[in-house]
């Protein structure tokens, strides 16, 4: 078992710590800045491009808004053309919807954009694993509330690798009661998560490390 050498981490993280008397915290992994970086311009993208499409929506409203007005003056000046005046009217709505439908997908996009922006990646920066003396801490957000998944050395009953959604890889640490704890394998420094959990939980060399994964 490798020696137990104190790292700093945050009063929130030393209070959870303490109140599962998980003992000294070893070392501290979050995810990798590339995962963070590609969701960040994902946010930007979306948010960009979709302010640059209701730019030229609200360009094209008021062109389109101008045509209606100027053929309805032109319709009640000469009563004798209201038929034709009745199908372009018809061309008219039909472009609204259009309008109306586009500045829809691009609101969507815009609301997607800033969910990116201040939700996940904000949730994902702070996300982390603590290994301790005594078992794992990991910390993660959802609906802007801190969850925390433990688990103590002696709970590890096996470790399965496995794919999950979007073909992302994770180790599972199967318990012999209870759900698995499951680390993604985009934590920084996996290998080092990975080797120092085989031997906290006396694994050994019988779980090698998932050597078909760059981490």
């Known amino acids: 078992m490798p020696s137990s050498t104190l790292v700093p981490i945050g009063?929130?993280?030393?209070?959870?710590?303490?109140?599962?008397?998980?003992?000294?915290?070893?070392s501290v992994y979050g995810l990798k800045k590339r995962r963070i970086r590609s969701l960040t311009f994902m946010g930007w993208l979306a948010c960009t491009s979709s302010i640059l499409g209701l730019l030229i929506l609200i360009v094209l409203t008021l062109a389109n808004w101008q045509q209606i007005f100027a053929s309805t003056i032109q319709h009640l000046q000469n009563i004798?053309?209201?038929?034709?005046?009745?199908?372009?009217?018809?061309?008219?709505?039909?472009?609204?919807?259009?309008?109306?439908?586009?500045?829809?997908?691009?609101?969507?996009?815009?609301?997607?954009?800033?969910?990116?922006?201040?939700?996940?990646?904000?949730?994902?920066?702070?996300?982390?694993?603590?290994?301790?003396?005594?078992?794992?801490?990991?910390?993660?957000?959802?609906?802007?509330?801190?969850?925390i998944d433990i688990m103590r050395w002696e709970e590890i009953q096996s470790l399965q690798s496995k794919r999950t959604f979007l073909d992302r890889h994770s180790t599972y640490l199967l318990r012999k009661q209870g759900?698995?704890?499951?680390?993604?394998?985009?934590?920084?420094?996996?290998?080092?998560?990975?080797?120092?959990?085989?031997?906290?939980?006396?694994?050994?060399a019988a779980y090698p490390f998932p050597a078909k994964k760059q981490w």
Do not use: W
């Open 80 to 147: 004798q053309i209201a038929k034709q005046m009745e199908m372009k009217q018809t061309q008219l709505d039909e472009e609204r919807f259009l309008l109306i439908r586009s500045f829809v997908v691009f609101g969507c996009l815009f609301l997607f954009g800033m969910l990116l922006l201040l939700v996940s990646v904000p949730s994902l920066k702070k996300r982390r694993v603590i290994v301790c003396k005594y078992g794992l801490l990991q910390v993660h957000r959802r609906m802007g509330r801190n969850h």
């Open 11 to 26: 009063t929130e993280d030393q209070y959870l710590i303490e109140n599962n008397h998980l003992g000294i915290p070893l």
């Open 179 to 204: 759900k698995p704890f499951i680390l993604s394998h985009e934590y920084k420094d996996f290998g080092a998560l990975f080797t120092q959990i085989k031997q906290y939980s006396q694994m050994g």
